[in-house]
């Protein structure tokens, strides 16, 4: 029974947020087993490009440390806000959502090359809880019960907490970049005068991910508690 339930919640999770998650925790608990080593995951062009090592392109965003706080912690906020995003603004558009993974994997893959870093896995995660919180700019949001803010100083907040704990913030520069990048030129841009949309999702995406119906079954996570958990409560204003 409790296995049924599980496996019910499971596959209630919308479909990318629930194969990226997996294959996040996979991956970590294959290191923890060592079945694989950090060395074979980690980004290096030079692998990449001499020994034809191209799977480092895919998991070096796949492994974010032992198992510990700092693992938790990134897990918690990319299952939320992957989830979140998937089932508000992206919601009947997975090809479009994909098409985000693809296009901030592949800045971030450019970029982590001129700085230096290995694995762009805790990157790619504030890029998207920057995304969704410039489209939720009315949330107000509760960080460990210490601070009151609204929505769009998430990531800032992440990162301070970031450097609090001793880590670089070049990831999470990295991770506000790339997704103030996408948000500029996705819903920016394209209402300024003279503007335009210059991130269209492909079509052969559109084919394989994009369905004409709804699940009518479907659970969505409400939006009005983005954070779930105490560092990242939220609601919204005149809620």
């Given at each position: 029974?409790?296995?049924?339930?599980?496996?019910?919640?499971?596959?209630?999770?919308?479909?990318?947020?629930?194969?990226?998650?997996?294959?996040?925790?996979?991956?970590?608990?294959?290191?923890?087993?060592?079945?694989?080593?950090?060395?074979?995951?980690?980004?290096?062009?030079?692998?990449?490009?001499?020994?034809?090592?191209?799977?480092?392109?895919?998991?070096?965003?796949?492994?974010?440390?032992?198992?510990?706080?700092?693992?938790?912690?990134?897990?918690?906020?990319?299952?939320?806000?992957?989830?979140?995003?998937?089932?508000?603004?992206?919601?009947?558009?997975?090809?479009?959502?994909?098409?985000?993974?693809?296009?901030g994997g592949l800045l971030m893959t450019i970029f982590g090359t001129?700085?230096?870093?290995?694995?762009?896995?805790?990157?790619?995660?504030?890029?998207?809880?920057?995304?969704?919180?410039?489209?939720?700019?009315?949330?107000?949001?509760?960080?460990?019960?210490?601070?009151?803010?609204?929505?769009?100083?998430?990531?800032?907040?992440?990162?301070?907490?970031?450097?609090?704990?001793?880590?670089?913030?070049?990831?999470?520069?990295?991770?506000?970049a790339v997704g103030h990048v996408y948000f500029f030129l996705e819903?920016?841009?394209?209402?300024?005068?003279?503007?335009?949309?210059w991130l269209k999702t492909p079509f052969f995406l559109k084919m394989?991910?994009?369905?004409?119906?709804?699940?009518?079954?479907?659970?969505?996570?409400?939006?009005?508690?983005?954070?779930?958990?105490?560092?990242?409560?939220?609601?919204?204003?005149?809620?």
């Amino acid at each position: 029974m409790a296995y049924q339930t599980f496996q019910q919640e499971y596959l209630q999770i919308p479909i990318v947020t629930r194969a990226y998650t997996t294959a996040c925790v996979l991956t970590t608990a294959a290191v923890q087993l060592e079945l694989i080593t950090p060395f074979q995951l980690y980004f290096n062009p030079d692998l990449i490009l001499r020994n034809y090592q191209v799977w480092r392109l895919i998991t070096n965003f796949l492994f974010f440390g032992p198992v510990g706080f700092n693992f938790l912690f990134n897990m918690i906020f990319l299952y939320r806000y992957c989830r979140m995003l998937e089932e508000g603004s992206f919601r009947g558009r997975t090809a479009d959502f994909v098409f985000m993974f693809l296009f901030g994997g592949l800045l971030m893959t450019i970029f982590g090359t001129f700085v230096s870093l290995v694995f762009l896995g805790q990157a790619f995660t504030i890029m998207l809880v920057y995304v969704w919180s410039r489209r939720n700019p009315n949330v107000r949001m509760n960080f460990f019960g210490l601070l009151n803010f609204q929505a769009p100083f998430l990531p800032w907040v992440l990162m301070g907490f970031s450097l609090l704990l001793g880590n670089s913030i070049i990831v999470d520069l990295l991770g506000i970049a790339v997704g103030h990048v996408y948000f500029f030129l996705e819903d920016v841009f394209p209402n300024q005068p003279g503007g335009g949309r210059w991130l269209k999702t492909p079509f052969f995406l559109k084919m394989l991910f994009d369905t004409p119906e709804e699940d009518a079954n479907y659970n969505p996570l409400p939006e009005e508690r983005p954070g779930g958990f105490a560092w990242g409560e939220g609601q919204r204003l005149g809620g």
